[in-house]
């Protein structure tokens, strides 16, 4: 019975997770505060957007960006590879579009 009713709780909760990686050699710091104002409203991207659900995490030679609105994601990536920067996708759930 617990088993049945954390099963339902999990699945009416849950979402599917969108995520890509960014690859950048200098100071990631400016980037991930940059998208933690755009969560934020306080900033806007030119053609992004807005994702009240974005996750980024600064880690060694990039950071990572996650949503689940694959369309904003999208939008998101395509803005950070026209700044000449790689990308590279982890989808989960709906694989590859």
Known sequence: ???KVARD????????????RVYH???????VSLLRSFRDGRFKLAGV???PDLGVKEEVGGFTVWSSDW??????????EKKGM????????????
């Open 71 to 80: 369309k904003a994601i999208m939008s998101l990536k395509t803005f950070f």
């Open 25 to 31: 050699n200098q100071d990631s710091a400016p980037y």
């Open 9 to 20: 709780w999990l699945l009416k909760r849950a979402k599917p997770e969108y995520r890509f």
């Open 49 to 51: 957007d807005q994702l």
């Open 86 to 97: 790689d990308t590279s996708w982890i989808w989960t759930r709906d694989g590859d579009r």
């Open 1 to 3: 019975m617990a088993k």
